[in-house]
């Protein structure tokens, strides 16, 4: 499947997503900075800035990349870089995501085995590579809930916090 800018703008449309993208520009991301030992997560508007780089990736049939791949090239093309992580290692953490419990679009979605970036949290809806290529998908579908417990992660733009935030 190939992902043109009709396929995105039907996508934001189908989740409810539309809305959140002519107001990115005019919101205020001082006030919605979360302070986390010394370090500032993704605010909305830089989540609205992952969520257009997935959609407005250039994907073709038969592009080798896996989940975590898809998402780590996702999240770079939006300036937000990070060492390369399965998603097994993301679901069990890593310095440069906070867990979170309140996700917000750009957020990872994350079970042991796949990873995704949400787009909707209100719609449960999320972006990654599903069975027929990348696209987007309910992450509170019966497929999804029996790979067990979601968790939810937000990345850290502050560096000097990250060695606070890794696992032992």
């Known amino acids: 499947?190939?992902?043109?800018?009709?396929?995105?703008?039907?996508?934001?449309?189908?989740?409810?997503?539309?809305?959140?993208?002519?107001?990115?520009?005019?919101?205020?991301?001082?006030?919605?900075?979360?302070?986390?030992?010394?370090?500032?997560?993704?605010?909305?508007?830089?989540?609205?800035?992952?969520i257009v780089a997935a959609l407005d990736s250039r994907f073709h049939p038969g592009d080798p990349r896996d989940c975590s791949h898809l998402v780590h090239a996702i999240y770079d093309r939006a300036g937000f870089s990070y060492p390369y992580a399965s998603s097994s290692d993301l679901y069990v953490g890593n310095g440069y995501f906070k867990r979170v419990t309140h996700p917000q679009p750009g957020d990872l979605v994350v079970w042991s085995g796949h990873v995704g970036i949400v787009v909707n949290p209100a719609r449960h809806a999320f972006f990654s590579t599903l069975g027929d290529g990348p696209g987007i998908d309910n992450y509170d579908a019966q497929y999804w809930r029996q790979r067990g417990p979601a968790r939810f992660y937000r990345y850290l733009k502050s560096?000097?916090?990250?060695a606070a935030v890794r696992p032992e």
């Open 1 to 50: 499947m190939r992902l043109n800018r009709k396929h995105i703008t039907l996508g934001l449309v189908l989740c409810g997503f539309a809305p959140y993208l002519g107001s990115a520009q005019t919101r205020g991301s001082a006030g919605a900075q979360v302070r986390h030992r010394g370090s500032v997560t993704l605010t909305p508007d830089d989540g609205l800035s992952v």
């Open 159 to 162: 560096g000097s916090a990250r």
